[in-house]
């Protein structure tokens, strides 16, 4: 299916598909997560708008996963854009 105007699927930003490993403590343990950086800046932006540390917040999401941690994040982050914002 041609979208020549974009207007489906624009033009993606190549700097917020690049995966970037990042450093977080989960209960005390240090981790690497690698995520794409327009995941890392809704991590950011999800936990600033709940008043907690993105640790505070991999954390909780950590406790709550079954499989992979990258993954379980970004689940969260699409059901965190999902929900009505207060």
Known sequence: MPD???ELVPTLDPASCRIAKRS???AGHKTSVSL????WERLRQASWSLGVSINELVTLIDSRRS???S???RVYLLQH???PQP
Not at 36 to 39: M, R, S, W, Y
């Open 36 to 39: 794409e950086a327009a995941f």
């Open 4 to 6: 020549p105007a974009g």
């Open 24 to 26: 977080v403590m989960i």
């Open 71 to 73: 993954s379980a994040i």
């Open 81 to 83: 854009t999902d929900r």
């Open 67 to 69: 499989g992979n941690l």
